[in-house]
């Protein structure tokens, strides 16, 4: 077997993939599951599990604030993957996007995977944030 399963009273079941090298759990935001992705350096794996603990902690709250500028971000610079008929507002775009799942690595930063509701033609939305928590990027996945 190639994973390594690690128990954490906040987060449940961590676990490892030995191929890959990453750690992964599922955990509920918004009473849905989402997934959360740790990608530490080599012997950082605790401090990257209580980062993630801190930013799951105020996601709920700034997720808005991280759709609006993904959204903005996908009108302004991104609108060739648009892909519904009707002009689709920024509003509507973030209003119909949902967060999939979140990755911490060993600096500060983070990126989010948001769900577009098909408005891009089923892509992943990633949103980066930077070290001090403001959204710094946007890129269209799959």
């Not at 399963?5 to 599922?26: A, H, N, P, S």
């Not at 709250?61 to 008929?85: K, P, Q, S, T, W």
Request: charged share 30%; net charge negative.
């Amino acid at each position: 077997m190639n994973n390594v399963e690690i128990q954490d009273e906040f987060w449940g079941m961590i676990v490892k993939d030995r191929d890959i090298d990453l750690y992964t759990c599922r955990k509920l935001l918004k009473g849905e599951e989402i997934e959360v992705a740790f990608m530490p350096d080599e012997d950082d794996l605790h401090e990257v599990i209580e980062y993630a603990k801190e930013i799951f902690s105020h996601l709920e709250e700034n997720d808005m604030a991280f759709r609006e500028y993904a959204a903005d971000e996908v009108l302004n610079h991104c609108r060739e993957y648009i892909v519904e008929g009707a002009v689709i507002t920024k509003e509507e775009l973030a209003n119909r996007m949902w967060i999939e799942s979140f990755s911490v690595g060993s600096g500060k930063s983070f990126d989010l995977s948001y769900n577009d509701d098909g408005i891009c033609g089923n892509h992943i939305i990633m949103v980066f944030v930077d070290e001090q928590g403001e959204p710094c990027g946007v890129d269209i996945a799959g």
